[in-house]
Each structure stands twice: as C-alpha cells, then as structure tokens.
DNA sequence: GTCTATAACGGGATAGAC
DNA sequence: GTCTATCCCGTTATAGAC
C-alpha cells in the first residue's frame, strides 16, 4: 500500500525516486496500527473463548480476514501476539480499581467501584476471561507482571479501607476479602455468563438485570460493611 | 472387558479349562475400576491446569503410570476421557448446594454453606479449575447436564429462599443474586489461588488463612441481609 | 507487505505382536 | 490387557516469489 513515490509536501524539495514522505510514512503507520488492533481484537476473542492451545494462528487469521502468512508478520509468533494482547489489556483492567480513594465517602466509593467493575464485565467480557484463564492456569506468561501491579495497587487500596476503619467509617472488615469479594462478585457475570444466562435467561447486556445485579451486590456488601 | 466365555460361578457347574472364577472376574473389576480412577485423576490435574487442548493424552498417560495404547483402551477417545471425568466431578460439585433447607434457621444454613462452599475449593481446586474453563468456554461437551442440574437445584434453592424472606427471617434479596455470589467468592479461592496467593502469601490449606476468609465472608453476606 | 508452498513437528488414534 | 510401531492429520513457522 502507498508504495508510489512522491515530494514532500511541507517542504516542496525534490526527494530521491521512491524515498516515502514523511506524511506517507505517518499514514503507512497508521495502517500498521490499525491492522495489529484488528489482529489483536480477533485473538482477543478466540482466546478468550477457547484458549491459547485451542485457538489457532489459521482461526484469528481468518476471523481478521488477513493471511496466515500475513499475521505473523505483524507478529513474530502466537505467544508473541499473545503475551502482547495480555500486557495491552492489563492497563485497562486495573483501570477502576485506581480512582479508589481515601477522601470519598467509603459507601459512595465502593458502590462506584462495584459499578465500575460490572461496567467492565458488561463491556468487555472477553478480557475478563482471558484474565480468568490465563491466572487460573498460574499466570505462566505474565504472572510477574501482574503481580507486581497488583501488589502496589492492593497495598494502596488496603490502607484506604483501613483508613476509614480507624475512622469508623466502615467496620473492622478484612480488606483484602472485601476486595476479593467484589473482583469475584462482579467478574463472575463476564466470566460464568454461559451460566448465569442458563439460569437466569439474562446477561449484563439487558439492562434491568445490570442493575438488579448493581443493587444486590450494593445491598449485600454495604450492609455487610456499613457501621449502623 | 471380560469378554471371555464362562459359566456362571453360582450354579457351581464344571467350567472350561481357563475360564475364569467369580472371584477372579471381581478381583479383575477392582483391578480396572483403579485403574480409571488413577487415570481420571492424572487427567483432573492436568486438564485443571492446562485445559483440554493443553493437555496430551501422553501426559496423561505419563501421570498415571500407563502407556499410551493402555490409557486408549481404558477411554476410547481424549474426549470420552474428559467428558467422562466432568460427568463423575458434576455430582460431587453440587453435592453441598443439596443440604441446604428451609427448615434450617437462615443465618446457620447460610454459614455453613459458604463453609462446605470453602472446604470444596480447598479440597478440590482441580475440580473448580476445571469447572471453571469448561463454563468458561460455554461448557461445550455438558452444559446441557449441568445447566439441567443447576436448574431444579437453583428453583428449590430459590423457593427457600424466597420462603425465609416472606417470613422476615431475610431481608428482600434477589435470590439468584445471593446465590451467585456465594458461588462466586468461594470459588475464587481455588480458580484465582495464583493471584491470591500471590498477593496475600497463603492459601486455604492455610488453617488460619482458612478461618479468615470463612469469617469474612459470613460477616459480609449476613450482615448485609439477616435483619436487624 | 502480502501471498503460496512447504518444512518440521507433535498429537490422537489404530494395528498388531505378545 | 499391555506394549511398540506407525499412520495421518493439524499446527506453527519459515522460505521465497511477487
């Protein structure tokens, strides 16, 4: 693509036959971008569904409707591509737990956390199971760096709840449990939805059962927790 | 297996030159019975771990001792193997949700569900693991079973419930909701053990650990639902 | 950058001797 | 029942033409 030669536009010198302008070279890359997204969102999907050994390089080529060959030239090699969606993805999925702050009222934060975390669930639950997968196989491609993520933000999000304990703002609830209980709770609609669909005839994507869910989770966790 | 002819041990009549006795054919049983349970369980580790498409039927095979050739004689097929193993795991799987009566006082019947709950992930995180990429997946090779499972289990669950709550032993929870999430937070001790382990140092075999979880998680939940 | 062809490998399943 | 050898397929990755 773009391969024709061309002059400069900016600064109207003439250039060596076939050297790219600095505005093609932009465009180019754009493309390049662009095709690696499209890459990456169909691995993102096969993955997801059926795991690293049980999706294909063929499959995500197909459903990316680019060539075998192709693909692994944006890509040195399936783990490549991979390890890259999961190292990608990561920032997103940390994303919520972040705005968490000690100056927030601790019922308004945890139920904006709770939210937060279902709108993930809702949006993206192919990451929540390729997350899913990947750390109930032991984390075997990026368990160090999630680790490591991980640990800072929890001590982080640990001090707060602590915080607003020695304030008596929230009772003496273990912090990481309370954390654990809201990633389990709200993943669990990305992750299970095969069966909470089975169960229930709904997913997050109907949005009266996203906020009876909301408001259960809410009742749940903020009666639990809340000092009367 | 034991396609031999033979006469009936029990008539006591003459039986031909190598025919085998009633005892032998029994010790002969036992014999393979073992053998499929070994099998079974080197495939549960190692199906848990690495999913089906992760897993070679040499690996298997390995674990448990046997060759190749023998393991494919024991199970027709890798599949026959791993649909055999969901099928024997799902009676076990949902055996704690069963004690579970409205004749119970709510608070006790809630407690000590999220307590076999507990003991389940620990004493089975295979078992959970597996469960969990299989729905994961869309539970391919038995959702239709499990869901009709789940199903009557979940309405007869539903209903004492609902009948706790119209006699304000409960205050008015979406049942479903409820049940998911004690699903939800005590399996996350098994599925998510990399990351909890990783962030807290210990897991449920932990007895401590254990105990901790156990409290945090009843406080939570009844708190936030048994009346005041 | 994109394609086709193919190398190189591993896996599931079967055949047949013992 | 158990083992070894082998078939055959699907897969990843590379080579090389365009």
Redesign the interface.
Known sequence: MAKSPALDGRTGTRRKRGAPTEASLLRRQRQTDEKRRVILGAALELFS??????TSVDQIAERADVSKGNLLYYFRSKEALYSTLLRELLTIWLQPLRAFDRDQDPAEAIRAYIRQKLIASRDNPAAS?LF??E?????PVF?GE??AN??TL?AEKRAVIEHWITQGKL?N??A???I??I???T???A??S???K???GKTLGNTKFFN??E???C???????IP?
């Open positions: 569904s059926f795991g690293f050994h049980g199971r899913c997968i750390v109930l196989q032991g984390a368990g999630l680790l991980l640990k929890m009772v609830v273990a990481d449990h309370l654990f209980l990633w389990a709770t993943q669990h609609y992750d299970f095969f069966q909470v089975g169960l229930t009876e869910v408001q259960s989770l009742d749940i966790v903020l009666g639990g927790i009367k």
